[in-house]
């Protein structure tokens, strides 16, 4: 890394300003951009971001794209003001330094390593793969939010669980109108079956179920449930957007990011206006 680049000047964002820069774009307009070492990321990380630690940066750049804007995050902000000063003085155009780092974001944050759940998906993948791959996680999480509503001890509860699993239904739907348009025939709803245990975020749904706290008459804690099950998922798609080699999947992979960070956005509705009414 060259020293005179540490002085290049860079732009910082707050937290806030980092989050409405994001929501003003499509997941795949932009790069955010974890410096920090992969212990680090595994423990905890913001959903969709990409791990290029700092003193690899300078032999990975060619991973990123000079067109976008780059966020850069690290623990509180000192490596990854090092690193945007570095890009910066590579001749990227725009980018910016979250400041106070992860450490003050008080948005969704996720753990796990990198390649978790990437097996699912071979990363020579054909783009028929990664619908049907969609397909079996989205119809993993309907059967999710239907095992909820059957238990729901109140009808509010019914109406938004039975609300989610209608969400995961229109994106089966689709995904399965896209996969035979560009393959040519009908989705194998026998593969889809044989995977419904895979939901969004590329967990097992009798382990989810398993482990959702207070019980499923409990709102609050499944709408928190919920939203970290719709993280988990954006961060995956995110990772499969990187882990692919096929152009027509990570445009797919994006989409999917898209549609989860709005799933988001109306259980963050839910949740706050449950909070006001109590």
């Not at 940066?57 to 570095?86: M, N, T």
């Not at 609300?163 to 896209?178: I, P, V």
């Not at 969004?200 to 207070?214: I, T």
């Not at 499944?222 to 882990?243: I, K, P, S």
């Amino acid at each position: 890394m060259q020293w005179k680049n540490l002085f290049t000047p860079v732009a910082n964002l707050s937290v806030a300003e980092a989050r409405a820069f994001m929501d003003q774009r499509s997941t795949g307009d932009y790069e955010l951009l974890d410096v920090r070492q992969p212990n680090e990321y595994q423990q905890t990380h913001i959903p969709g971001s990409r791990l290029i630690p700092l003193g690899e940066l300078p032999a990975r750049l060619g991973e990123l794209d000079r067109r976008k804007p780059v966020i850069a995050y690290c623990a509180v902000g000192g490596r990854s003001k090092a690193a945007a000063q570095y890009l910066a003085g590579q001749g990227f155009s725009e980018v910016y330094n979250l400041a106070g780092g992860i450490k003050v974001w008080d948005g969704g944050k996720v753990g796990g390593a990198l390649e978790a759940g990437l097996e699912l998906l071979p990363v020579e993948a054909e783009f028929g793969d990664a619908l049907q791959l969609a397909f079996a996680m989205e119809e993993g999480s309907q059967h999710f939010y239907q095992h909820l509503e059957a238990a729901a001890a109140t009808d509010e509860l019914r109406h938004l669980f039975n609300r989610l699993a209608g969400f995961e239904e229109r994106h089966k739907a689709r995904l399965a109108s896209l996969f035979k348009e560009k393959e040519g025939r009908e989705l194998d709803a026998a593969l889809a079956a044989a995977t419904v245990g895979i939901m969004e975020g590329g967990g097992r749904l009798a382990d989810q179920v398993a482990a959702l706290p207070g019980g499923p008459d409990q709102i609050t804690a499944v709408l928190d449930f919920a939203m970290a099950l719709e993280t988990q998922a954006y961060d995956l798609y995110g990772r499969l957007v990187l882990h692919s080699k096929n152009e027509s999947a990570k445009s797919l992979f994006i989409g999917l990011m898209d549609e989860e960070r709005t799933h988001l956005g109306f259980l963050s509705r839910e949740l706050e206006g449950l909070l006001s009414r109590r």
